[in-house]
């Protein structure tokens, strides 16, 4: 077996485990703010915006690299529904990294408030409207909360592969040399 | 590479581990949520206090929900300038949409029966950062904690126990003293004579870096007139909201916007405790007050008046309540604005 197509490339790799790190963060900060008045409040808010717009600008240049270089494919032992589990799973993960950080800034953008990070004002992509607002904020909330399910399942099914199936799947994004 | 078979017994161990990562994971995730700890103290649960025993008005904003909206201008003198590089300290003309309004979480309660009154403002600079502040009439805040302030509403809604309210100012004696200047302090029969503090102990920073401890209040050029709360009982149910649009259609309404700097050492993080009278004062400019309009399709309803929206040049303290309140601002603003359709539009509704 040739170890080197199998596997995504190091830049693939690098940024997969960059935002698995980021995106992790991200969610445990969402629910942690907007459960606590304690001034822990405005410290978390201030990264989840910034890092939220890091994610999106990542996820951009991921989807690039993806669609230049493409995924190893998967082994053939992988049954059907497995792998187009897998594959679905991959276009979810895509829609959700660069969605929910646009749904957060469209949902700040429709409440009016003023979008700031890293000191820069950024522009107001929605109007200001109150049904906008909820509009995006309960599916912000809602995506995030499957996002954070999607991950438990991701995980569980790339122990999976390295454990039980040990059929080269999770070596294929693993972040040392296989050998 | 080739599936290597592994045995059974080292199948379950890897099934048994995978459980116990997914398991750990989900329970971290649960215990930041706060789905783990009933006790924490969530801006929903305040929000939640906050409602009247006959739930809270759906549309309205949480608490301070009896308002009117104006449009209006910050006229920088430049005299703050030196303690914060904010934009609109610089000298110039920024414009302001505001909200007068009473501290109760019932729209339609009649003016004279709310004691506490406020002025909320968004400030906008050019470069569009902003600076948004919600200041009340009282010279200090009724509690030193946001615990001790849910602590006063989880109290006042205690009806089984009589003696809830008595302990509660036992155990937070600065309530007690909140209580004495609600009971003695004169009455006016306008907005345009109150003079509105912000209470919280914010940080500037100016353009050479160097940081300040302030406190800042909007205090009134008109000339404040006591009167009697019998006298105000006799007046109709929103007799400042007709009051206000009545003044500001004769002649626009001012403000001075007077900076109080703390010296070393004043409690910057408990708003129930006043800083001393002979603290430097800057005069940094006039809030002008041009426009009155009804809230219901004012510019001022759907706005998140968050004390923590702040320009460069501005940030909080070691003050607890500018976070809190931003928490529990936010979630009044999430559920009036998903409640879009049970607010009274028209006029004749709830809202003068």
Known sequence: MSPIHDRFTPLQRALHWLMAICILAMLFIGVGMVSTVRPDYLSLVSIHKPLGIVILVLALIRLVVRLTRGAPPLPASMPEPMKLAARLSHLAFYLLMIGLPLIGWGMLSAADYPVVVFGMHLPSILPHSNGLHTLL??????LALCFFALIVLHLAAALLHALVRRDGVFEAMAPWSKR | MADRPTSNASTFRSLVL????????????????????PGRLTPAKIVNGLAPPGGAALGFRRNHAKGICFTGSFESNGGAAA???APMFAPGSYPVTGRFNLATADPKAPDATVRVRGL???????NGSEWRTAMIDAPFFPVATPQAFYGLLQASANESDPDAMKNFIAAHPEFGTFVGWAGSAPWTASYAQDRYNSLNSFIFTNAA?????????????AQPEAVSPDQLKAKG?????ADITQRVQSAPQRWTLVVTVANPGDPTADPSKAWPEDRRKVDAG??????????ANGPCRDLN??????????????????AARSAAYSVSFNRRTAEDKDYPRHPGGATP
């Open chain 1, 137 to 142: 904020w309960n599916a912000h909330r809602t």
């Open chain 2, 18 to 37: 995978i459980a116990i990562v997914v398991i750990a994971l989900v329970a971290a995730f649960a215990f930041t949520a706060g789905w783990l700890s």
């Open chain 2, 83 to 85: 303690l914060s590089k």
């Open chain 2, 120 to 126: 909320s403002l968004r400030i906008v600079a050019p």
């Open chain 2, 209 to 221: 870096g160097e940081d300040q401890a302030v406190r800042w209040s909007f205090v009134p050029t």
């Open chain 2, 237 to 241: 149910a929103d007799f400042l909201a």
């Open chain 2, 286 to 295: 006039t809030l002008v007050v041009n426009a009155i309009e009804p809230e």
């Open chain 2, 305 to 322: 008046f968050d004390p923590t929206v702040l320009p460069s040049g501005m940030h909080v303290s070691d003050d607890p309540f500018p």
